[in-house]
């Protein structure tokens, strides 16, 4: 059973579209967040719920929206896609508010 | 946004080598993590660092949180091939709200 995990795990998709990525986790964590990996690899914190409330929103675009229907799910949705949005987006829980991650496999969009 | 500076940003080592890396930070950390993240996965949880001054093993892996609590070390000992892959540190920084950061990476790749 996967801990973390998300999908699609690849996105291909046209400037201007709107396109949503899953999450799910199944460790009984009260904590999610959603991070972007870049093209360097670098790792930026997007989000973060805590028992679906949002705790974390860092300088994000409007144009992304988290959503959490419950606190194993978190759902990102993505309008008006950008070529800069193109990028890695992993889906992690926790057990609290902070510390340890556990990360999903990632889902990788490119936007054309 | 806030980011730990994390050396060497790349090792290429011969198998059965030992490898150290690690991250500093000019703001005081409560914990450290480290991470390994193998291509096409999401960063896996290696050490995790509660205490100024403990050291931590993990079979060949240790890590150290450091005095000043800025600052934190990583050594492999005996690389094998499979060690190859990206190794994060990340801190929880007190000075935002506790928010994990996470280093830039070092990417190690092992000749056998």
């Known amino acids: 059973d996967t801990a973390v995990s998300q999908t699609p795990k690849y996105l291909v998709t046209q400037m201007g579209n709107d396109k949503s990525i899953k999450c799910e986790q199944n460790?009984?964590?009260?904590?999610m967040y959603w991070y972007k990996q870049d093209s360097k690899k670098f790792l930026k914190i997007m989000f973060s719920?805590?028992?679906?409330?949002?705790?974390i929103n860092e300088t994000v675009p409007n144009r992304f929206s988290p959503k959490s229907p419950d606190k194993a799910h978190l759902n990102l949705h993505i309008n008006s896609l950008e070529l800069g949005d193109s990028a890695v987006y992993f889906c992690?829980?926790?057990?609290?508010?902070?510390?340890?991650?556990?990360f999903g496999e990632g889902s990788r969009l490119t936007v054309l | 946004g806030q980011q730990l500076n994390q050396s060497p940003q790349s090792m290429f080592i011969q198998e059965g080598e030992d490898v150290s890396m690690n991250c500093t930070s000019s703001?005081?950390?409560?914990?450290w993590l480290w991470y390994k993240q193998d291509p096409g996965e999401g960063p896996v949880l290696l050490i995790a660092?509660?205490?100024?001054?403990e050291l931590t093993s993990n079979g060949r892996l240790t890590a150290q949180f450091g005095i000043t609590r800025k600052d934190s070390f990583l050594n492999i000992s005996a690389s094998i091939p499979s060690d190859v892959g990206i190794y994060f540190c990340?801190?929880?920084?007190?000075?935002?709200?506790?928010?994990?950061?996470f280093g830039a990476g070092t990417i190690l790749r092992v000749k056998s």
């Open positions: 992690a829980s926790s057990p609290r508010v902070t510390g340890e991650l556990f």
């Open positions: 990340a801190g929880e920084d007190m000075e935002y709200g506790n928010k994990l950061v």
């Open positions: 660092l509660y205490k100024a001054g």
């Open positions: 460790l009984g964590h009260d904590t």
């Open positions: 719920y805590n028992n679906k409330e949002l705790i």
């Open positions: 703001s005081i950390f409560n914990t």
